[in-house]
């Protein structure tokens, strides 16, 4: 490949992940449920909820000071530069200041992994940054929120809390969030960046679900679909276990 083209092509393909790097540092500090039992099972308004979720994950965040666990990082990509797959296996250990990951195994195109995927992590890592934290944090700081319904279709009720960006921080993002009744955390996104991330990308798709892990909320899988505008898409998923 010309050397012009490929420095198009990896333009590409980053620009196609840089708007999912700050939300699953933001879901990994969702956390479990009122130890008092006292959540109320009334709907409350906006600033109310609002405020139940910053007060309820300040006190957790302290509370999950270190994890460990498995992430599987994958990058389809289908367009003007043809078909390209490629897929990594990392071990995270985290604490709220600093990040470390192992590359346990990898496949596929070793110009994803190393200009797409392994970019994502060193990203990550920079990201856990107090300063960038709280800049990108999910707060009314940062965001103004609207109360748009209830969805009681998967057991418990859930807030569903329409969320637009105050900054034009590049990593926030516009659209809605799902919180939950009991425990007052995030438990869906589906969104897309503030702004868009390149000139290169037409529209980028944001979706993301966490799941209770005992008594912390955390991150289940990823999915971020990037539409180019010379034609094809880039999708990159993210699935956590362990």
Known sequence: MPSITRRIAIQFLLCAVVSLWNVPLCAARQSAGD????AAKEFLTVDRVVSRMEQRNQERAAALRTYEGTRTYRMQYRGFFGSHDAEIVVAVKASPS????????QSGSKFIIDHVLKKLLDGEKEATDDQARSRTALISKNY????????????DPQYILSVFPKTDEK?????????DTND???????AEPARSPSMWIKKAEIKHKYEKVGDFWLPQENRTESLIRLGGHALLSIDYRD
């Open 184 to 190: 007052f955390a995030v438990t869906r996104i589906e």
């Open 98 to 105: 600093e990040k470390e990951f192992t590359v346990e195994s």
């Open 144 to 155: 103004a929120f609207t109360l748009t319904g209830i969805d009681d279709s998967a057991g």
């Open 171 to 179: 990593y926030l993002y516009r659209g809605k969030i799902w919180v």
């Open 35 to 38: 130890p008092s039992g006292t």
